[in-house]
């Protein structure tokens, strides 16, 4: 699916978006990396990545919101934020979102195995697309 089908199948859609919504998303994604640092290193590294993954996704739904746009999509929630910010290291977390997405999904639904390498490292991008978003969008 291309990022203009995203708005053609109303993947993504233009909504007013309160400054509540907006600081919302970037607790959750604040939350969610304390939580996945917690679990980690107790056998529990599937978890671990997930939990970063979910932080990495409301980091990404702070910038969608940001501009006024919900979405009825991971993929094209990641691919809004590749496409609509020029902002290299958020197009780069971005992209990496992507695979996290796509590992997710074999994690979640397919039982593959995560090692503690690959939850270490969600861990750090949660954190700095969390970072990279704050800086993009102050919220004093």
Same mark, same amino acid.
């Given at each position: 699916?291309?990022?203009?089908?995203? #708005? +053609?199948? &109303?993947?993504?859609?233009?909504?007013?978006?309160?400054?509540?919504?907006?600081? %919302?998303?970037?607790?959750?994604? +604040?939350?969610?990396?304390?939580?996945? /640092?917690?679990? #980690?290193?107790?056998?529990?590294?599937?978890?671990? @990545?997930?939990?970063?993954?979910?932080?990495? @996704?409301?980091?990404?739904?702070?910038?969608?919101?940001?501009?006024?746009?919900?979405?009825?999509?991971? @993929?094209?929630? #990641? +691919? @809004?934020?590749?496409? &609509? #910010?020029?902002?290299?290291?958020?197009?780069?977390?971005? /992209?990496?979102?992507? %695979?996290?997405?796509?590992?997710?999904?074999?994690?979640?639904?397919? &039982?593959?195995?995560?090692?503690?390498?690959?939850?270490?490292?969600?861990?750090?991008?949660?954190?700095?697309?969390?970072?990279?978003?704050?800086?993009?969008?102050?919220?004093?």
């Amino acid at each position: 699916m291309s990022y203009k089908e995203c #708005f +053609e199948r &109303g993947l993504l859609r233009k909504t007013d978006i309160t400054k509540e919504e907006l600081q %919302n998303q970037m607790k959750i994604a +604040e939350d969610h990396i304390k939580k996945a /640092e917690l679990v #980690f290193g107790k056998d529990t590294y599937d978890i671990s @990545f997930l939990t970063a993954y979910i932080s990495v @996704f409301h980091s990404a739904r702070a910038l969608l919101y940001s501009r006024g746009y919900k979405e009825r999509s991971h @993929f094209c929630l #990641f +691919e @809004f934020v590749r496409h &609509g #910010f020029s902002d290299p290291e958020i197009v780069r977390l971005a /992209e990496i979102a992507q %695979n996290y997405r796509e590992a997710r999904h074999l994690i979640q639904y397919e &039982g593959s195995l995560c090692t503690d390498a690959a939850a270490k490292e969600a861990i750090t991008d949660a954190k700095s697309f969390l970072k990279a978003v704050k800086r993009l969008i102050p919220m004093k």
